[in-house]
């Protein structure tokens, strides 16, 4: 069975700190697809990563970065000097590989990050 | 490029009555999605087409519900006999699915569904 779980429930942060909100998964799937959404008060996801499960390199997209350590299963998100816009709810999701390609998303139940100016 | 459309953004109605949605996804994209999101959870995967066959169901997809993609573009989501528990918000997504054109889910703003 697959799971993704997202521990952190809410997140409070002062603008400019640094905040890591955290994925951990399971799948019994040897390839398998990772992915970061944001959820703002206006409701549509966004896309904002997708790792597969060869790619273990960490990402850095401006103050955005990712962390994928398969040897803990964890896939986190941390995001750097924090913006009050960066407010939202962040949801971790995996899918698993079906014929070469991506299947349906399983996603986590999210944390919801205020940034306080 | 316009995004993953959907129509309407809100719907009310009372209990027993039948509903549809309408989703247009990304021009080009073979893989069309539906989702169900419930207040202070993440999304749930429903149904899923390439192109206009519809390739597989989750189990919470009850009878009630029906999905079609009659010319593999636009999809149409319908519950009947609605019931309180139906009530949630509906996500579209679409993708570019292929072995060298594998590109991510793209979501629509929803449909938010309240049953009466």
């Known amino acids: 069975a697959q799971k993704v779980t997202q521990a952190q429930t809410e997140i409070s942060v002062v603008e400019k700190e640094d905040v890591t909100l955290d994925c951990v998964y399971e799948?019994?799937?040897?390839?398998?697809?990772l992915f970061w959404y944001k959820q703002p008060p206006s409701g549509e996801l966004v896309f904002l990563i997708r790792?597969?499960?060869?790619?273990?390199q960490n990402e850095i997209s401006g103050r955005y970065s990712w962390n994928f350590q398969k040897s803990t299963s964890s896939f986190n998100f941390t995001i750097t000097a924090s913006q009050v816009v960066d407010s939202a709810v962040y949801f971790c999701?995996?899918?698993?590989?079906?014929?070469?390609?991506?299947?349906?998303?399983?996603f986590g139940k999210g944390t919801k990050l205020s940034v306080k100016p | 490029d316009t995004g993953v459309s959907q129509d309407p953004r809100h719907k009310i109605t009372k209990r027993g009555q039948n509903v549809t949605f309408r989703c247009d996804p990304i021009s080009e994209h073979n893989r069309l999605y539906w989702y169900r999101q419930t207040l202070g959870q993440g999304p749930e995967f429903l149904t899923y087409?390439?192109?206009?066959?519809?390739?597989?169901k989750s189990r919470l997809l009850s009878d009630r519900f029906s999905a079609e993609r009659p010319k593999g573009s636009f999809s149409t989501l319908e519950i009947q006999r609605t019931e309180q528990g139906d009530s949630a918000m509906y996500l579209c997504?679409?993708?570019?699915?292929?072995?060298?054109?594998?590109?991510?889910?793209?979501f629509g703003d929803g449909t938010r569904l309240s049953i009466l």
């Open positions: 087409f390439q192109n206009e066959a519809q390739l597989e």
């Open positions: 799948t019994r799937d040897t390839t398998y697809y």
């Open positions: 997504a679409s993708s570019l699915t292929g072995r060298s054109e594998d590109q991510p889910q793209h």
């Open positions: 999701a995996l899918s698993a590989e079906y014929g070469g390609s991506q299947g349906n998303l399983i």
């Open positions: 790792r597969n499960s060869f790619d273990e």
